[in-house]
């Protein structure tokens, strides 16, 4: 026996949007380039700042008005446009249509790579996906921009809703035909490392961002500041799970 509180654990579930993809590296200087291009004087970090804050309230709002699930991309699109709004900068929606295939270029942190490439060639866990996104961009993110060959790819859509919906994580324990308690979210964002524990996995906050944990009973198992730290910790613990067992 063990109290370990992760030794059950058999499935690593990962957030990809700014835990293993470099949002803000990769959005903003191409909006800081439209935000020129378009006559504004406002600091592309500023603009990110708004944008990255807006997206939360569009997927949030998306949830609770329960019109349909509208789809990560359009969320994105959605609140760039409100800011571009809010920061009284003038614009054609075609502008706005070409400047979303940026999204197609996001890029991952080095750290994310290298720390899954570790926990991928270990074996000792099962590898998944479990972001908002659409299925078939995820897909493309994971194979393409991250490059890690995940086991499982588990979209939002087949939900219905955006993190931390409950019903995102119990979608993903009946895909993976798992107990909750089997499952561990890995997530740089504290809302969706509360969601998962609320719904009854495992979570490892990886606080690449250095922002405090939500106010609440729900807290990760641990938290570590990269996927360094992640991948030596998880195998820590499995290898120590292993020996008790």
């Known amino acids: 026996m063990t109290d370990n509180p992760i030794a059950q654990v058999s499935t690593l579930v990962f957030d990809i949007f700014g835990t293993v993809l470099d949002l803000g590296g990769s959005l903003s200087g191409p909006a800081g380039r439209f935000l020129a291009e378009h006559g504004s004087s406002v600091p592309a970090d500023k603009f990110w700042d708004d944008w990255r804050g807006r997206q939360r309230i569009e997927q949030y709002q998306d949830n609770l008005y329960m019109l349909g699930h509208s789809g990560y991309l359009e969320t994105c ?44 060639d270990s074996k000792r866990f099962g590898m998944v996906v479990l972001s908002n996104g659409e299925q078939s961009f995820l897909e493309r993110m994971a194979a393409i921009n991250v490059g890690i060959p995940f086991d499982h790819v588990i979209s939002v859509e087949q939900a219905g809703a955006f993190k931390p919906h409950p019903a995102v994580y119990r979608t993903a324990t009946r895909i993976l035909g798992k107990a909750p308690g089997e499952i561990m979210m890995i997530s740089s964002h504290s809302f969706d490392v509360t969601g998962a524990r609320a719904s009854g996995f495992r979570a490892g906050y990886v606080n690449r961002y250095r922002l405090p944990n939500e106010e609440s009973v729900y807290l990760p198992d641990f938290e570590v500041s990269d996927f360094h730290e992640l991948s030596d910790r998880l195998l820590a613990s499995s290898k120590a799970g292993a020996n008790s067992s």
């Open 77 to 120: 699109r959605r609140s760039f446009v409100y800011c571009l709004r809010l920061n009284g900068v003038e614009f054609d929606h075609s502008d706005v249509d070409r400047f979303m295939a940026v999204y197609n270029d996001l890029r991952p942190f080095d750290d994310a790579v290298q720390g899954l490439r570790k926990l991928a």
